[in-house]
């Protein structure tokens, strides 16, 4: 069975950075998609930051500029980096792999912690 294995986690104040990293426990063939989602307390989950298979990017506007998602393909890993924190950027954030087709199966990371004191 698969699991996404999350670290990284932690709590910083206004401004500082983080990098919150995904690996997968076994190989996973056929990604199409990787990324990151975040839920903060009281709110829906929402799409922070995610990368296909060709690199293309795709970032939530409240975080352009300030968070980069990268990719390691032959280790299968995806990272964030988050620059320039802010109170709002706190929340859970899970990463997801979504592989294979017809149809994909998607994966997710248990959730780890953001917080970032003001």
């Known amino acids: 069975q698969v699991q996404l294995v999350e670290s990284g986690r932690g709590r910083v104040q206004a401004g500082g950075s983080l990098r919150l990293s995904c690996a997968p426990s076994?190989?996973?063939?056929?990604?199409?998609?990787m990324g990151w989602y975040r839920q903060a307390p009281g709110k829906e989950r929402e799409l922070v930051a995610a990368?296909?298979?060709?690199?293309?990017?795709n970032y939530a506007d409240s975080v352009k500029g300030r968070f980069t998602i990268s990719r390691d393909g032959a280790k299968n890993t995806v990272v964030l980096q988050m620059n320039s924190l802010k109170a709002e950027d706190t929340g859970v954030y899970y990463c997801?792999?979504?592989?294979?087709?017809?149809?994909?199966?998607?994966?997710w990371g248990q959730g780890t912690q953001v917080t970032v004191s003001s």
């Open positions: 990368m296909t298979k060709t690199g293309t990017t």
């Open positions: 997801y792999v979504e592989a294979g087709w017809a149809p994909p199966a998607t994966y």
């Open positions: 076994v190989s996973i063939f056929s990604i199409s998609d």
